[in-house]
């Protein structure tokens, strides 16, 4: 059974900082992975998809890696903002299209 | 907005009484996913569809929950004798199952709250 972990569930930076979200699966055996930010009683943005033949992807001053033979990715924020306050999910798709889901980060970035 | 779109967005209801949220998904995917949400955890699958078929239900689908896709177009979620542990945030996703590398859009989701 596929089991997807977040670590830190809870991370305050100031503003200007880089810093690195994990993400971790129990089963490499999966198409993609998925980061998406969540603001509070919202729903879900998708950030980036990295497929499983991949090794990362890019948008603005956001980068994910995704090592499938350790079973971990990394979403990397550049020089953080106080609008990317939020929760950061990462989700794994298996065969049948389903996203398993980490409990989330929330991430708080002090002006 | 994702093109996914959610019906009520919010819905106060008493232990007991019944419930339907409705999603809409983007017109063109096949595939519609509804996954539920709990305060501080990510979100947990319950079931999809592909076309008007439902192809997987999760576990935690109990019977007082069905969920249809009549014509394989909009899909309803119906929760019989609500209970206070079903309050949560009810999240609808669409993807077409043409690609394999197809992404899941998100619906704004319904949040329940079951008094």
């Known amino acids: 059974k596929q089991e997807v972990t977040q670590i830190p569930a809870a991370l305050s930076v100031p503003e200007g900082e880089n810093l690195v979200l994990n993400c971790s699966f129990t089963?490499?055996?999966?198409?993609?992975l998925q980061w998406f930010r969540q603001d509070p009683g919202k729903g879900l943005t998708s950030l980036l998809l990295?497929?499983?033949?991949?090794r990362e992807q890019t948008s603005g001053r956001l980068n994910a890696s995704l090592d499938k033979s350790s079973g971990r990715s990394t979403l990397y924020i550049a020089a953080s903002q106080p609008g990317d306050s939020a929760t950061y999910l990462c989700?794994?798709?298996?065969?049948?299209?389903?996203?398993?889901f980490g409990q989330g980060t929330t991430l708080q970035v002090k002006p | 907005d994702t093109g996914v779109s959610q019906d009520p967005r919010h819905k106060i209801t008493k232990r007991g009484q019944n419930v339907t949220f409705r999603c809409d998904p983007i017109?063109?995917?096949?595939?519609l996913y509804w996954y539920r949400q709990t305060l501080g955890q990510g979100p947990e699958f319950l079931t999809y569809?592909?076309?008007?078929?439902?192809?997987?239900k999760s576990r935690l689908l109990s019977d007082r929950f069905s969920a249809e896709r009549p014509k394989g177009s909009f899909s309803t979620l119906e929760i019989q004798r609500t209970e206070q542990g079903d309050s949560a945030m009810y999240l609808c996703?669409?993807?077409?199952?043409?690609?394999?590398?197809?992404?899941?859009?998100f619906g704004p989701g319904t949040r329940l709250t079951v008094t």
């Open positions: 996703a669409s993807r077409s199952s043409g690609r394999a590398d197809n992404e899941q859009y």
């Open positions: 089963d490499s055996a999966i198409y993609n």
């Open positions: 990295i497929q499983s033949s991949q």
């Open positions: 989700a794994v798709r298996g065969n049948t299209g389903k996203l398993i």
């Open positions: 017109s063109e995917h096949n595939r």
């Open positions: 569809f592909q076309n008007e078929a439902q192809l997987e």
